[in-house]
């Protein structure tokens, strides 16, 4: 069964960290373009991060940028969006989604991404 599972949020304070997981089964993330997204309520959909497949290259949105890092580890077929210094405006439902045709270059204005997550909350909050 093709599919990718996320994982790792929670809540947690302002200044906190999280690690969150896509995990992908059915197919080998290594050939994919993955790229993380959230929505908060009443909100647009926010394009978070993305890492491109075959080169790994790395595009943040300018929000998260110092902040969040994107990273594959491919012999668990999970790409990691670890997330620093998190902050109130963070907080949103995250997913992931992978493509093996699109590249970060047209991320985030492409987002018809072929494979989704069903997505995690993460709530930054005192």
């Known amino acids: 069964q093709v599919q990718l599972v996320e994982s790792g949020g929670g809540l947690v304070q302002p200044g906190g960290s999280l690690r969150l997981s896509c995990a992908a089964s059915?197919?080998?993330?290594?050939?994919?373009?993955i790229a993380w997204w959230r929505q908060a309520p009443g909100k647009e959909r926010e394009g978070v991060s993305c890492?491109?497949?075959?080169?790994?290259?790395?595009k943040y949105a300018d929000s998260v940028k110092g902040r969040f890092t994107i990273a594959r580890d491919n012999a668990k077929n999970t790409v990691y969006l670890q997330m620093n210094s998190l902050k109130p405006e963070d907080t949103a439902h995250y997913h992931c989604?992978?493509?093996?045709?699109?590249?970060?270059?047209?991320?985030?204005?492409?987002?018809?991404?072929?494979?989704w997550g069903q997505g995690v909350q993460v709530t930054v909050s005192s």
């Open positions: 989604a992978a493509d093996p045709w699109a590249s970060c270059m047209g991320w985030p204005d492409y987002a018809d991404y072929f494979y």
């Open positions: 059915g197919f080998t993330l290594d050939d994919y373009t």
């Open positions: 890492i491109s497949r075959s080169v790994d290259s790395t």
